[in-house]
């Protein structure tokens, strides 16, 4: 009985193997191929200037970086270079773009105002408030309210938590690339990240993607490292902490699910069917005990779990509500005017979105529409520099934002492009799990937002990924440039 249960693991590892393979190749192939569509074939308008300084800015970047990361550096070198890197960047970045909350990020400051004023609680019972309707935002907005009582409502003091935030983020990347890589390659992927256009533009906006995202980074890390129970632990409070801030991080916790039940069936252990079954109570008990204190408090009378399952699956597949109305500031948004047709009655709602979302699933959705929509997602600029809200800097310097993105769109794709070669080449997916984890949390993430509502700014936690599985290929091409460069100096002179 041991045996053939043995058989038949090891017949499921590589079975698993397999069509990890295969399926990450046509994942990756399909991202190179959205991004060609849109920024090649359709053409992305980029002006002149735009290509020479974007594409200037990333030549020099990378140069310098590479460099940078030749030099005999120890790990703490390293984070205290990386850390001044970080904060000197994003602190002219900051003072340059001077950015506002706008959008939903001042909805979340003021609700944060109101929880400090003791005034949100009756707020956020009434059926038509912004919290009662998005009550997942919540955690965030619950979170922005302890930094107001501590430092006051100051836009600066924001500001810098959130380029803290993000200083820690690229620390956390460059431990995660020490359990795999050297110093030479985290110093080079950390920093690569930093300068990130996508990642820099956005950390003076106070945006709950850079929490979460540091606390879905932590759960990777401790996941990648030596294998122990406080690691294990760690990482389920990580994201039970990050679910609170950012509804996505379930999206993590199931690609680590995925990970740790594939590493079971790989080694054969039981051990780890136990560590996968702890992390999932530790999770879902977290969440649960979280919920239930929100509740008591007041101040999510309905919780602070997502309360409208099938609103994000609905613009998704058929880009619009059950009213058919688009969403006009903020607060008014498609769920609202889809809530205001049933008078606010929430069950009546998820009633009718179910049913449409039935008949959807039943008389066939239109794939020409959802597959534009993903190819967006996938190939179009990161718009998040519009929630700066500084319009006034935009309109000055158009060629400088137009620069920005082009430079972010070739490191993105050469991210993906990096990406893909790796998996390609890498015969076993099953067996490296600082290679399994970010390709699962990458598929993950794509296959969600395939039937969800999706911008390109939701990429932010796939750069990430993208940086952990791309890295090591990029300096491997650099440094074989390099290295056939110096070859080449070297017979000249010999000459």
Request: with cysteine.
């Amino acid at each position: 009985m041991r045996q053939r249960t043995m058989m038949l693991l090891e017949g499921a590892d590589r079975l698993i193997n397999k069509l990890g393979r295969y399926l990450l190749v046509a994942v990756f192939a399909f991202c190179l191929l959205c991004l060609f569509k849109i920024q090649v074939i359709q053409g992305a308008s980029w002006e002149t200037p735009a290509f020479v300084l974007g594409s200037m800015g990333v030549l020099i970047g990378l140069f310098l970086l590479f460099k940078l990361s030749l030099l005999k550096l120890s790990d703490r070198q390293a984070l205290l270079l990386l850390t001044v890197l970080a904060l000197v960047f994003f602190s002219f970045w900051n003072f340059v773009f001077r950015p506002v909350p706008v959008s939903d990020y001042k909805v979340l400051l003021e609700g944060a105002r109101d929880i400090v004023d003791g005034t949100f609680k009756s707020q956020a019972a009434q059926p038509d408030n912004y919290f009662r309707y998005y009550n997942f935002q919540i955690g965030y907005a619950y979170y922005l309210s302890l930094i107001m009582r501590l430092f006051g409502d100051r836009l600066l003091f924001f500001k810098i938590i959130e380029m803290l935030v993000m200083t820690a983020t690229t620390l956390v990347l460059y431990k995660t690339f020490r359990l795999f890589c050297d110093v030479h390659r985290s110093v080079f992927g950390a920093g690569v990240f930093t300068l990130f256009p996508y990642v820099f533009i956005g950390v003076g906006i106070i945006n709950n993607q850079h929490e979460g995202l540091l606390l879905e980074a932590l759960a990777i890390y401790f996941i990648l490292k030596r294998r122990s129970w406080p690691n294990l632990l760690i990482a389920a409070v990580c994201i039970a902490i990050a679910q609170v801030l950012r509804p996505t991080a379930v999206v993590v916790a199931a690609a680590i699910i995925v990970t740790l039940m594939i590493q079971t069936i790989q080694q054969k252990s039981r051990q780890r069917l136990l560590e996968t079954a702890a992390f999932i109570v530790t999770c879902w008990g977290l969440g649960w005990i979280t919920n239930k204190l929100f509740i008591l408090s007041g101040v999510a009378p309905y919780g602070i779990k997502v309360g409208n399952p099938y609103f994000k699956f609905l613009i998704g597949l058929t880009g619009k509500g059950v009213s058919g109305k688009y969403t006009t500031s903020a607060r008014k948004t498609q769920l609202y005017y889809d809530l205001k047709e049933y008078h606010f009655n929430y069950a009546l709602y998820k009633q009718a979105a179910a049913e449409k979302l039935k008949n959807v699933l039943i008389h066939g959705v239109n794939l020409q529409d959802i597959m534009n929509r993903f190819t967006g997602f996938i190939g179009n600029v990161d718009n998040q520099y519009y929630l700066g809200g500084n319009e006034q800097f935009m309109n000055r310097h158009p060629v400088l934002i137009s620069s920005l993105n082009f430079a972010g769109m070739v490191v993105y794709s050469g991210t993906v492009l990096g990406t893909f070669k790796r998996v390609i080449t890498e015969k076993w997916v099953t067996s490296r799990t600082s290679y399994l984890l970010p390709a699962v949390v990458f598929g993950m993430f794509f296959f969600a937002y395939i039937f969800m509502e999706t911008q390109a700014r939701y990429r932010f936690e796939l750069y990430y990924v993208l940086f952990l599985l791309a890295v090591p290929t990029i300096y491997g091409w650099l440094t074989t440039l390099q290295e056939k460069m110096f070859t080449l100096d070297s017979s000249k002179d010999s000459r």
